[in-house]
């Protein structure tokens, strides 16, 4: 996450590489597979899967197709490519398909709200949301389908297990899980219409010039490593993405900001605040795992080590959301308190910093 994708997608956030199409001698296996109607009409091949596949975007169709996944007849295609009458079209992976079964863990979950309709918990960082390629277990859906007593739920098309959105691995925050198809079906279009609240806190390096600010550029994959998210500045490339931000505590060398979502895009506040030259402290996709601001005194250092070995993560908190209750149509606000590994980390830069004479 995202910093988030509210599409569930047939491939793991973090691993999401398909096949760099660099060598075609490699060996596939096909995950899925359909025959077009003999009066099908002209239809580019990514809407055609997003109408079949279930819980996956158009986005993610055309990374696929551009990895050289998608086949018609045999032979890759790209996206725009539309689909004929008779057209065997599937979809090639580099591992083999596992039917998905989630089972239910005895995992204890955080929930701090729920009712008949509906769940938040609090996600711990590390914690995987959803099982995928290399994560079929111990993950946040698994302990959720045991709390609501559910037997073994084969296929994610299953509308009980209602996870509305997503939030990355080391990411720790609120997450909104519902438990109805239609309770799942208004909260997915209330994220789709940008009407819920979601606020992150995030430590950054860096001491930022002002007060607060709006980030605004699409964001897509970086052709150059498939594993990071980039803002493309031209305007027919990635997604749109706006992240605003206000300055809540100056440390000089890092600072603690308030992150409030437009959009949710993968990655969103990782990318964007790298975009502006603050990258999140101790991320280590995006650089944020060096020591990007500060002295060269080995003292320093060895305080910087020391705070990414207490907070071995992105600093990234995902502490509150509001949304519209889908049965009653109360507005509900939920606060979660900072983990402690994070809330640790900032204790010790607000006190190395009021020992700081260049900081006062």
């Known amino acids: 996450m995202i ?3 509210n599409n569930i997608n047939f491939l793991p956030e973090d691993d999401i590489e398909i ?3 660099s060598d075609n001698s490699e060996l596939m296996y096909e995950h899925y597979r359909y025959v077009s109607d003999k009066g099908q009409s002209p239809l580019r091949v990514d809407k055609f899967l997003s109408t079949r596949i279930v819980g996956t975007s158009r986005n993610r169709l055309q990374q696929a197709a551009e990895a050289n996944s998608i086949l018609v007849n045999g032979n890759p295609v790209k996206s725009n490519y539309k689909v004929k009458p008779l057209d065997v079209v599937t979809l090639v992976l580099k591992w083999p398909r ?8 005895n995992i204890p979950l955080n929930i701090v709200y729920e009712d008949d309709d509906l769940m938040v918990i609090n996600k711990p960082p590390g914690m995987v949301v959803h099982p995928g390629h290399g994560n079929y277990t111990g993950t946040l859906v698994n302990a959720v389908a045991y709390h609501l007593n559910f037997d073994n739920i084969k296929d994610l098309e299953d509308p009980r297990l209602g996870l509305v959105h997503r939030i990355d691995k080391d990411t720790s925050g609120l997450l909104l899980v519902a438990k109805t198809p239609e309770a799942k079906t208004n909260l997915s279009g ?3 219409r940008k009407e819920t609240k979601r606020l992150y806190n995030a430590l950054v390096w860096g001491n930022p010039e002002s007060e607060s600010g709006t980030i605004e550029g699409n964001i897509g994959r970086d052709p150059r490593d498939r594993m990071l998210m980039k803002v493309f500045p031209e305007s027919d490339q990635g997604k749109t993405a706006v992240t ?3 300055v809540l505590e100056r440390f000089g060398y ?3 900001v308030e992150c409030k979502l437009d959009t949710g895009r993968t990655h969103q506040i990782r990318v964007h605040m790298k975009h502006i030259g603050h990258t999140l402290f101790n991320d280590e996709r995006y650089g944020g795992n060096e020591i990007l601001r500060g002295t060269r005194y080995t003292k320093y250092k060895q305080f910087v080590n020391n705070c990414f070995n207490i907070c071995p993560r992105q600093a990234l908190h995902a502490k509150t959301l ?3 209750h889908p049965r009653t149509g109360e507005e509900i606000f939920i606060d979660s308190e900072i983990p402690d590994d994070m809330s640790e980390v900032i204790e ?6 009021s020992s700081r004479d260049q900081f006062q």
């Open 3 to 5: 910093e988030e994708d």
């Open 19 to 21: 096949s760099d199409g």
């Open 98 to 105: 596992r039917e998905l079964e989630i089972t239910p863990e």
């Open 190 to 192: 209330q994220f789709f």
């Open 244 to 246: 605003h931000y206000r």
């Open 254 to 256: 890092v600072t603690l």
């Open 322 to 324: 509001g949304f519209i």
């Open 348 to 353: 010790k830069w607000r006190n190395y910093t």
